[in-house]
């Protein structure tokens, strides 16, 4: 069969598709025992990016001469290097520039791709649309500096998609433009770009489908931006505003958010700051104590990333030192410092280099010392350090100096194991089976009026049950 026979292109490009989609499953286990079985070892080296990249590769050298090479050849080697660039970014090829130098190949063959397509007419506008959402992504790897020229091409295949009246499509360009100027307003600190990315994702929403994955993740999104934005506006009618909105719009992302989701416990982690925020911003007890009781669930949930466990164990310990402003509650040190012991622990199990090597004392240190305001100076990845909690009593006198100077603060037997300042508080279960601290458990001045009605009508309610069985037995 000739190369230049249509059947031949298509089988390739639908092999080069089905390669790309077996490259992006996760690596399965090794099974034991089959270490030992003849070619398991070529198995586990095999790449299908490597194997479809050949292909192509040698389909290109073996096109006949004289003869126009179809642009989907280009487009399909092109993103079969941009997906290898993406995984050499995240760390799992030679390094960062290994992923430059492979976003700069992919560049070439989707600039080319894009050229031989637009001789086509009409005929190829939703694959050249598709390529250019991928050049823009292969520059935006390579260029990082450049972003704002990848603007013009992310608007080019938006007014593309709407010519060909799809709404999939042109949500995808709003959503990589969404990412494009948040980028740029992480580089430059400009609030504008940070505008224009929340009114494209506001605009990406408005045309996803309702209740498809593509819609969650736009909330997720937008979500995270306005929180952002929030943190950075000052406290007046405008910020509270943000603040509630992003509370508002991470509320929805995370009860769309699936019990099995990879990304839970991130989501719960947004939540819980933007919960924080507006108690900040405009203080209700409410918006605490919930915050206390999402983030708690974002640290314990399962196969919940390290460093966001650590994020997670941080803002609970914060949370802990704001209650204890209300309540003035010792327990409520204890448990704070508990948090934070954790917090260093799940840092390190991250491999994060720049907490303290001894975090434990500098967590206990942090008793009595006050939380730092929302959206301080904090470490790469919003992982916090310990040591900026040290300090001491403004009221009751000096920090000690060990962990262990005063009672009360007790270390964990094990990893998970219960503090003794409270070891007979029953546990309360969440639906996803991750446990948390019941309200019994809580100082007695939080079981009062001031604490939500939700938390505590069950334990009122077993309180007159227990005094009418009392009176029952008398009578």
Request: aromatic share 2%; hydrophobic share 40%; with cysteine.
């Amino acid at each position: 069969m000739s190369l230049l026979d249509p059947r031949v292109l298509e089988c390739m490009v639908l092999r080069t598709e089905v390669l790309r989609r077996l490259a992006a499953l996760p690596a399965p286990d090794t099974v034991p025992g089959t270490d030992e079985l003849p070619g398991a070892g070529d198995l586990a080296a095999d790449d299908p990016l490597d194997e479809a990249e050949r292909c192509l590769s040698a389909l290109l050298d073996q096109w006949p001469s004289g003869e126009q090479v179809p642009g989907e050849v280009y487009a399909a080697r092109g993103g079969v290097l941009l997906d290898r660039a993406r995984r050499a970014a995240r760390g799992h090829e030679a390094g960062p520039r290994s992923a430059q130098a492979l976003a700069v190949r992919a560049a070439d063959d989707l600039d080319t791709a894009t050229v031989l397509l637009r001789r086509r007419g009409s005929a190829a506008d939703r694959l050249v649309c598709e390529t250019l959402l991928d050049l823009a992504a292969a520059r935006q790897l390579h260029d990082g500096a450049g972003l704002p020229s990848v603007l013009p091409l992310l608007e080019r295949a938006r007014e593309t998609a709407r010519a060909l009246d799809d709404p999939a499509l042109e949500a995808a360009a709003l959503r990589r433009t969404a990412a494009v100027q948040r980028a740029v307003h992480t580089r430059t600190g400009d609030l504008t770009a940070l505008d224009a990315a929340l009114a494209a994702l506001a605009a990406a929403l408005r045309l996803a489908t309702p209740d498809s994955p593509e819609h969650s993740a736009l909330l997720a999104e937008r979500g995270a931006a306005l929180l952002l934005r929030a943190r950075q506006e000052p406290a007046g009618p405008v910020g509270k505003r943000l603040a509630n909105e992003a509370v508002h719009v991470l509320r929805e992302a995370l009860g769309r958010a699936g019990p099995q989701d990879p990304d839970l416990g991130h989501h719960r982690l947004l939540f819980g700051r933007a919960l924080r925020l507006r108690y900040e911003r405009q203080p209700s007890l409410a918006d605490l104590h919930e915050a206390d009781w999402i983030l708690e669930l974002a640290a314990r949930g399962v196969d919940v990333p390290d460093a966001v466990a650590a994020e997670a164990w941080l803002e609970v310990g914060d949370i802990q030192l704001l209650l204890d402003r209300r309540f003035d509650s010792r327990e409520r040190h204890d448990r704070a410092a508990a948090c934070f012991r954790r917090a260093a622990a799940a840092a390190r199990r991250a491999g994060s280099p720049c907490w303290p090597p001894v975090p434990t004392t500098a967590a206990a240190r942090s008793w009595r010392s006050p939380p730092p305001p929302f959206g301080a100076a904090r470490l790469p990845g919003e992982l916090g350090t310990v040591a900026a909690r040290r300090g001491g009593d403004r009221r009751r006198g000096p920090a000690h100096p060990r962990p262990d100077a005063r009672p009360g603060i007790h270390r964990l037997s094990a990893p998970g194991a219960r503090p003794a300042a409270w070891p007979s508080a029953p546990e309360r279960v969440s639906v996803d089976g991750s446990p948390g601290t019941h309200p019994s458990s809580r100082p007695r001045g939080e079981q009062r009026g001031d604490y939500p009605p939700h938390r505590t009508g069950g334990g009122r309610a077993a309180g007159a049950v227990g005094r009418a069985a009392a009176g029952f037995r008398r009578g």
